[in-house]
């Protein structure tokens, strides 16, 4: 009896999570982004409230688009979270587009920090 249980709930929770997936997909494919991008634009977003301040909409997603370049465009050396060069140069690059688009409008260091941190972890830990 314990085996089917678990079997049961095991079932069911690949079926949540199979509409969960279908519908963060849903999500960003009606926000005119790709999948990294809405993590970014994600991240942004949960910036933004947890420091309580506002962000208009359409720049968030412009932002995220534009922070996903940034991103790629370092992590394209196979051992760039690794060499505190080209990390510095994603934080040098990552701060410049934040202040080109008033990201964020208020100035507070944890907000950069917690980008750069999540930027870092998005790319190193980014399934190919």
């Known amino acids: 009896m314990l085996v089917s249980d678990v079997l049961e709930d ?3 929770e690949i079926i949540d999570l199979y509409h969960a997936l279908r519908k963060e997909k ?8 790709d999948f990294e991008e809405k993590a970014f634009y994600d991240i942004l977003k949960a910036l933004a409230s947890k420091y309580d301040f506002s962000y208009p909409e359409d720049q968030l997603l412009h932002l995220a ?9 370092k992590a394209r050396y196979t051992d760039w979270s690794h ?9 040098a690059d990552l701060i410049i587009t934040l202040a080109e688009n008033d990201y964020p409008p208020v100035d507070r260091d ?4 917690e980008i750069f941190e999540q930027a870092e972890n998005f790319k190193r830990f980014q399934v190919a």
């Open 10 to 12: 095991f079932t069911d």
């Open 26 to 33: 849903e999500s960003f494919g009606e926000l005119g982004v």
């Open 65 to 73: 688009k534009e922070v996903k370049r940034v991103v790629d465009d």
């Open 83 to 91: 060499r505190d060069d080209i990390k510095a140069e994603l934080k």
């Open 110 to 113: 944890e907000v950069y920090k």
